[in-house]
C-alpha cells in the first residue's frame, strides 16, 4: 500500500496571503495524484487532478505541483471560503487507492 | 450532469451487516469507462477507499476491509451497492458513493451509519 503523508496538520493563514500544502508518497505515484477540498458537513470537492490540473470551475489561485513522491498544493491569496480540509489522493495504484491524512487550513 | 445519492438504514447493530445503495443519475453506469466507488469517513477523522465495481462486475477492495466488504452493481436500476459485515462500532462513519477514474469525482452527498446496539 502506498503511504500518503500530508503537512503540515493544520496550517493558519490570514485571508488575502499564500498558504502551501504538502502531500508525500512512500513510492513513486509518478503524476496520478489528485486534491480534494472538503468544508464542514459537505462532500469533499475535485481540485486538482494529475498533480497540476485543475478540475472544472476551480479558481486559478489553486494550483498543484509535484511528481513522484512529492506535491504541493497551493491557494495564492486565500479567501474566507478556502477555509477547510484539503486532502491529497494517489491514484497510481489502481488496485489500491489511498489518501493523505488531511491539512485543515484554519483563520489565523 | 452525473449525480449520486447514498441511501441505507444509519443505525445498524454490532456484528450484523451495513447495506448501501448509491443511486446514479444523469449518465448510465453501463455506458461509461468508469469504475463506481465507496468512500467512507469516521466522525472528525480522515477519508479510507472501501472499493469500487465496474458496470462488468469487476471489483477491487480495501485490502484491510476485503474479507468484510461485498459492493455489487444493478445496471438495470443504474445502482450500485455496498455491504460491510460484522461491523463494529469503528464502521461508524459517514459513507460516500463517488464515479472513479483513478481520481474520485463526483460525490454522494453522504449518509451517515452508526453502528450502535
Known amino acids: 500500500e502506498i503511504v500518503m503523508t500530508q503537512s503540515p496538520a493544520t496550517l493558519s493563514v490570514s485571508p488575502g496571503e499564500r498558504a502551501t500544502l504538502s502531500c508525500g508518497a512512500s513510492?513513486?505515484?509518478?503524476?496520478?495524484l489528485a486534491w480534494y477540498q472538503q468544508k464542514p458537513g459537505q462532500a469533499p470537492r475535485l481540485l486538482i487532478y494529475?498533480?497540476?490540473a485543475r478540475a472544472t470551475g476551480i479558481p486559478a489561485r489553486f494550483s498543484g505541483r509535484g511528481s513522484g513522491t512529492e506535491f504541493t498544493l497551493t491557494i495564492s491569496s486565500l479567501k474566507s471560503e478556502d477555509f477547510a480540509v484539503y486532502y491529497c489522493?494517489?491514484?497510481?495504484?489502481?488496485?489500491?487507492?489511498?489518501f493523505g491524512g488531511g491539512t485543515k487550513v484554519e483563520i489565523k | 450532469q452525473v449525480q449520486l445519492q447514498e441511501w441505507g438504514p444509519g443505525l445498524v447493530k454490532p456484528s450484523e451487516t451495513l447495506s448501501l445503495t448509491c443511486t446514479v443519475s444523469?449518465?448510465?453506469?453501463?455506458?461509461?469507462?468508469?469504475?463506481w466507488a465507496w468512500i467512507r469517513q469516521p466522525p472528525g477523522k480522515g477519508l479510507e477507499w472501501i472499493g469500487n465495481?465496474?458496470?462488468?462486475?469487476?471489483?477491487y477492495y480495501n485490502p484491510s476491509l476485503k474479507s468484510r466488504v461485498t459492493i455489487s452493481v444493478d445496471t438495470s436500476k443504474n445502482q450500485f451497492s455496498l455491504k460491510v459485515t460484522s461491523v463494529t462500532a469503528a464502521d461508524t462513519a459517514m459513507y460516500y458513493c463517488?464515479?472513479?477514474?483513478?481520481?474520485?469525482?463526483?460525490w454522494g452527498q453522504g449518509t451517515l451509519v452508526t453502528v450502535s446496539s
Open positions: 463517488a464515479r472513479r477514474s483513478g481520481l474520485f469525482d463526483p
Open positions: 494529475g498533480a497540476s
Open positions: 444523469g449518465g448510465s453506469i453501463s455506458r461509461s469507462s468508469y469504475y
Open positions: 465495481i465496474f458496470y462488468s462486475g469487476t471489483t
Open positions: 489522493q494517489q491514484y497510481n495504484d489502481w488496485s489500491s487507492l489511498t
Open positions: 513510492q513513486s505515484v509518478s503524476s496520478n
